[in-house]
Each structure stands twice: as C-alpha cells, then as structure tokens.
T-cell receptor, first 118, second 112 residues
Framework: GAVVSQHPSRVICKSGTSVKIECRSL??????MFWYRQFPKQSLMLMAT?????????EQGVEKDKFLINHASLTLSTLTVTSAHPEDSSFYIC??????????????FGPGTRLTVL | EDQVTQSPEALRLQEGESSSLNCSYT??????LFWYRQDPGKGPEFLFT???AGEEKEKERLKATLTKKESFLHITAPKPEDSATYLC?????????????FGSGTQLTVLP
C-alpha cells in the first residue's frame, strides 16, 4: 500500500505558539490530502480537504485562520495550528488519496501527530 | 444526514473465538464502504473497500461483507495481535470532494 508520513509524531508547546505539522506521500503523488482530528476514544473528524495548488476546503466549524493548510507540492501538505491553546490539544492525522482502477480511490493515512498545548 | 454506526463499541474475545463487527450506514448514494484498523496512538491502516451489495473481501483472518444497509467484518479464530480499533467509513460523492464519513469504531480485545 501507499506510505504516508507525518512529522513530528509528538509535539508539546506553550499556549500562544504556532505549530507546523507536515504530511508527506512517500512513494506516490497526491493531488488531494485530508486533515483529520481525533479525540481520545472518538472517531476521526474531518477538518479540511487540501488540494495541491489551491486553497483548502474547510469543514463547517473549523476556523481557517487558526488551522492554516498549505499544499504546495504533490507530495507535501502542511497544517499550521496558529496561536495554539490547550483546547487544540489532540491527535492530528493526515491522509492522501490514491487513485485506482475505474475511478476508485482509497485514502491512506499517516501515523498521526500528538499535539499537547500547555 | 449521512450516518455511520458501528456496534458493539467494545468487544472482548478469547483467542480462537470467532465473531463479527457491524457497521450500519444511512447515506444517500454509497460510493464505497471502507474498513480500517487503528492501533493506539497510530493512524488508521487500510484493510478493505467494498463497493456493491453482496461483495466480499478477505485478508488473513478477516472477511468483510456488504449489504444494502450494513457491512460486517468477520474475524475467524482471532489472535491477540488482532486487538485494535476497527473503523468503518462510508464514501459519498459530494461534488469532487469524495469524503469519508467514519463510524465511532469497535475496540476489539483478544485475550490469550
């Protein structure tokens, strides 16, 4: 299967600082990547859809000025949590879309980034 | 509103005790039902995609099936290493987005 990496895997920061998370497709090009957020013992919540070369599409309730997404190349999307606060502490996971035969597609996920804001 | 519901929330099995996980969905225009496995502190790992009612797919001790209203993930003679949270997700075409709607998962524990 396709491999997606995320960096860093864990980050601890002080309230008010900004944190950048990178998502890379290692062995394929991804025109579309997705960013999810997951709280303990809960399922994945889609935050935004990131398309290479264009603005991200944010889900309802997600602040685009707080969660900045940049998809500058076919293998890299970044999520920047600006002026992070303790309530932003969560597990952030990205995925990349891989196209198969007959217009089928599958999302392959990265290993996730655990953000803790003190 | 598109909805995906998984049951049970948690399941404890003895090693070798076969069982099934359920994923029921109410979506308008299903374009794929996905199963993922997620280990604690890690991202979901892709298992299967099912596209039409009656379709079945197998991988080692796992078999996924699909009907018009639900999908089952059958686990035959599970081993402790099968312990994980199993997520299902429905894909509904919404323009070009083709997003996934996830269920809340079934946490499976297989005891030795």
């Amino acid at each position: 299967g396709a491999v997606v990496s995320q960096h860093p895997s864990r980050v601890i920061c002080k309230s008010g600082t900004s944190v950048k998370i990178e998502c890379r497709s290692l062995d394929f090009q991804a025109t579309t990547m997705f960013w999810y957020r997951q709280f303990p013992k809960q399922s994945l919540m889609l935050m935004a859809t990131s398309n290479e070369g264009s603005k991200a599409t944010y889900e309802q309730g997600v602040e685009k000025d707080k969660f900045l997404i940049n998809h500058a190349s076919l293998t890299l999307s970044t999520l920047t949590v600006t002026s992070a606060h303790p309530e932003d502490s969560s597990f952030y996971i990205c995925s990349a879309r891989v196209w198969g035969r007959a217009s089928t597609d599958t999302q392959y996920f990265g290993p996730g980034t655990r953000l803790t804001v003190l | 509103e598109d909805q995906v519901t998984q049951s049970p929330e948690a399941l404890r099995l003895q090693e070798g005790e076969s069982s099934s996980l359920n994923c029921s969905y109410t979506v308008s225009g299903l374009r794929g039902l996905f199963w993922y496995r997620q280990d604690p502190g890690k991202g979901p790992e892709f298992l299967f995609t099912l596209y039409s009612a009656g379709e079945e797919k197998e991988k080692e001790r796992l078999k996924a099936t699909l009907t018009k209203k639900e999908s089952f993930l059958h686990i035959t003679a599970p081993k402790p290493e099968d312990s994980a949270t199993y997520l299902c997700a429905a894909r509904v075409d919404s323009g070009s987005a083709r997003q996934l709607t996830f269920g809340s998962g079934t946490q499976l524990t297989v005891l030795p």
